[in-house]
Every structure is written in C-alpha cells, then in structure tokens.
C-alpha cells in the first residue's frame, strides 16, 4: 500500500469548501417544519429553500475554483480527484435529491414512498455518473469537449434553481398573478425531472462543455456581443432563467437525438 505523504493544501481547501457548502444545503433543508397537515410551506421555510439553492450554487464555485488552483499551481493528483468526487457527490448528489423533496410538500404528502424512491434513484445514479466520470476521464471525455451524459453539476443546478423560483413564486409582493397554480405545477412536475434527470446523468447523451465551447479560445466580436446580450438577458429575469435554462440544458441532449433519429428515418424512407 503506497503511503500519502503530501497533498496541495489551497485546493484541497477549496474541494472541502464546496463539501461544506453542500453540508450546509442539507442541514438548512431539514430544519423545515414537515407540512404534514397544510401541504405547504410558508414564505419563512421558502427562504431556507433558497439559502439552500445558493449553498449549491456556492459549492459550483468552490469545485470549479479548485481544478484552477490544481492546474495553475501543478498539483494535480489522484488524491485530489477523489476527494473531489467525494464531495461532489454530498453537494450535486444528496444535497440536490434532498431539497427535492422538501420542495415538493404536496407530492410528499400524497406520495411519501415514491418522492423519497426518486431521490435515492437520483443519488445512486449521481454516484455512478461520477465513478464512471473517474474512470473514463483520461481516455473519451480528455478533450474535455463533450460530456457522456449529464454533468451531475448541471443537475443540481436545475434543481438549487427551482429553490430560488420557488422562494419568488411564494413571495407575497411577487405581483404574478398565477403564481399559485404555476407553483402547484412545479411540485407535481419536479419529481418526474428528478427521474429523468437521474436517468439522463448515467446515459450515454452528448452533452457540450459550456465553458470551453463558448467562452474559451478566440471568438469573433458577433459570438462576444451575442454572449454579452444573453446573460444580460438572462441576469434580468434570473429568478426564472436560471431553472429554465437549466431544465433547457438538461433535456437538449434527448431532444438532439430525438429529431436526428427522425431526421436519420425519413432518409430512409422511400419517396414513393
């Protein structure tokens, strides 16, 4: 058994700071009051709801921090690459299935077996994505343009920003005026995400690297100004742009496939 005798402390610092955060997320989460009579919960638990969402968001910062640091200071390792697989795993893999279902009272209470199946269905293909993530990273995915299948950070993402929407939809100055139906929608709806998003981690999907196809390299002054105007776009609305861009992001893959296999069979087809 090879001994460990030094590791790099400011990432390591960094990977345990995205862990903490995700610690964090939970704890908050399971402060809530259960709603076991009302179904609901009140502006007061869709704060905590919120604190929770930015915790993972702040894991997100910490987690990409930290490959930077590694990268920068040349101190990439194995060890490293574990730990950060470990923590990934409490931040974008427990943290997100949990606040799942306390985001989602009503379908809690009608299907307490079923929300509770989905969210360890979204952890344990959370884990698989990651080992599998480990093992493959130094032979398909080493350009690092394509992900195979769902990033599990782009999962917990969709779910952290649903925490934001719902905090806005159960805001009371929120002048919405469906807000009520529309926040009834998304908990009947956000476990079904849950499923498909745990199915879409382990699959064999392409998914585009974002950072390195968009921002990296050098882009034209119409790619800057279009990037430009999209976040900008995007940072007006971000209560609602972040999930929906997220949930976007997630079902763009099956979608991509979809019309190429229809695409592919209508070639096929004769004319006549």
Not at 32 to 44: I, N, S
Not at 50 to 59: D, H, N, Q, R
Not at 227 to 247: E, G, K, N, Q
Request: glycine share 6%; charged share 15%.
């Amino acid at each position: 058994m090879k001994r460990l005798r030094t590791i790099a402390a400011l990432p390591t610092m960094f990977t345990l700071g995205n862990l903490v955060c995700g610690f964090f997320a939970i704890v908050i989460a399971a402060r809530l009051d259960r709603p076991d009579k009302t179904m609901t919960l009140t502006e007061v638990d869709s704060i905590a709801l919120m604190y929770s969402g930015w915790l993972i968001f702040l894991g997100m910062i910490f987690d990409a921090l930290d490959g930077q640091l590694a990268r920068l200071s040349n101190t990439m390792s194995d060890f490293g690459a574990q730990l950060d697989s470990l923590c990934d795993l409490v931040t974008f893999g427990v943290a997100p299935a949990f606040l799942m279902v306390k985001m989602c009272p009503k379908f809690e209470f009608l299907h307490r077996e079923a929300v509770w199946i989905i969210a360890a269905l979204y952890v344990a293909c959370a884990a698989l994505r990651l080992a599998r993530f480990n093992v493959e990273v130094g032979s398909e995915i080493e350009d690092h343009i394509y992900f195979s299948g769902l990033p599990v950070p782009a999962a917990a993402s969709a779910m952290a920003g649903f925490a934001i929407m719902f905090h806005t939809l159960r805001d009371v100055g929120n002048p919405l005026i469906y807000k009520a139906q529309i926040d009834g929608v998304l908990q009947t709806t956000l476990p079904i995400f849950g499923v498909l998003a745990a199915l879409l981690m382990v699959s064999r999907l392409r998914y585009p690297h974002i950072t390195n196809q968009v921002l990296r390299g050098q882009r034209s002054f119409g790619h800057v100004v279009a990037v430009v105007f999209a976040l900008l776009a995007a940072l007006s609305v971000w209560r609602y742009s972040v999930p929906i861009l997220c949930v976007a992001f997630a079902l763009s893959a099956p979608i991509r496939y979809a019309w190429v296999m229809i695409v592919r069979r209508r070639q096929r087809e004769p004319l006549f």
